[in-house]
């Protein structure tokens, strides 16, 4: 991956004089290379991560595992993207083993998220079966580490 994608991705918010210092390149190429990432559809966006513990937004987050029949000449693309244009979608990728898709959904409860995979998901035709498991605790998110825990006080040594 170039370095410079690399850099974007830990970091989107890093100014381009520093990532031209990091790259030793001059500003104007860095402005440049960004501008056609852009533009050719390789940066897609740029995301921020927030602990919604500390914000107060008490969103469920689950995540879905979905069992689907493949179609001829389309195999799971698709049902796939159907399913990635819903609104509560908040991510959608094809897994192997077990299951076919991983979908992570959020709401604001869990009705609203046992609504959505009872009334919208699984009566989708193709969808074989879901699990839905719901996300309890954040640790680490687009590695970030969100909880970040105080060294342990080292105990006194008596001789």
Known sequence: MDPLLHLL????????????AQLNLPVEEVNRR??????????????TVIDTEKVGDQF???????????????????????IAQFSQVQSCYLMSGGYDLLVVVEGRNLREVAG?????LSSLEGVVSTA???RLKAYK??????????????LPVSP
């Not at 830990?10 to 381009?16: C, E, L, T, V």
């Not at 979905?66 to 698709?78: H, L, Q």
Request: hydrophobic content about 40%; aromatic content about 8%; overall charge negative.
């Open 9 to 20: 991705q830990h970091d989107a918010m890093a100014s381009r004089d520093d990532l031209a």
């Open 141 to 154: 998110e687009n590695g970030v580490i969100l909880a970040r825990s105080e060294a342990p006080a080292r």
């Open 132 to 134: 839905t498991h719901f």
């Open 116 to 120: 959505f995979v009872s009334e919208r």
């Open 60 to 82: 469920v987050t689950a995540v879905i595992e979905v069992k689907m029949t493949p179609e001829r000449e389309g195999g799971f693309d698709r049902l796939a993207n159907r």
């Open 34 to 47: 960004i501008a056609d990432y852009e533009a050719g559809g390789v940066i897609l966006g740029y995301s």
